[in-house]
């Protein structure tokens, strides 16, 4: 269990690492290109090519990170007035749905690099290989795919408590818990 623990330590501090880099890439190739633009009316041909790799991975890669820390999207307005059991079910369900379609996803988008990698495409500017490009998208949906499950889990595992992410639990709970305790003396 030790090992698994630490293995999530590590695929947690490279995903911070990668989206990080990422973001930095992002805002200095289209800030360098529109300052190079302006001041010597010359873009470099790779700055877009840069930023729409970081874009992808940073995307794809974030898939997880978001789902761990229980920062993802969610359409929450009958959740949030639902009562505790209806979210526990709901925490239980809804992540098991979204780690069998981001499997589906990781499936086909596997089928898609490989088909890149088979064709030899390169990019344009910086000629590098576009497999290189798409190869986050499959591992993102299945590093995804992996923690909605774990987010599963810890709901099955704690009984009095729902969590969104497996660093994140319910604010619906920490709110309740925060009222009950400021109105006790």
């Known amino acids: 269990m030790n090992l698994l623990k630490g293995i999530d330590k590590i695929i947690l501090k490279v995903e911070e690492f990668i989206l990080s880099y990422a973001v930095i890439i992002i805002a200095l190739m289209v800030v360098g290109k529109a300052l190079s633009r302006a001041m010597f009316s010359y873009s470099p041909p790779f700055a877009d090519e840069v930023s729409q790799i970081a874009i992808v991975v940073a995307t794809f890669m974030g898939i997880s990170y978001a789902a761990r820390k229980g920062r993802h999207i969610s359409m ?89 992410g497996t660093d994140a639990k319910d604010y619906n709970d920490s709110n309740q818990k925060e009222i009950q305790e400021g109105t006790h003396l």
């Not at 059991?85 to 690099?113: D, G, H, M, N, Q």
């Open 76 to 164: 929450s307005a009958f959740y949030d007035l639902a009562p505790f059991k209806v979210r526990k079910v709901l925490s239980i369900f809804i992540p098991f749905i979204t780690a069998v379609v981001l499997f589906t996803l990781t499936y086909f988008s596997s089928i898609y690099v490989q088909g890149v990698y088979e064709s030899g495409r390169v990019t344009s500017a910086l000629q590098m290989p576009a497999y290189i490009l798409y190869i986050f998208i499959p591992i993102g949906f299945l590093l995804g795919g992996i923690q909605f499950l774990r987010n599963m889990w810890m709901n099955i595992k704690h009984k009095d408590e729902v969590y969104l």
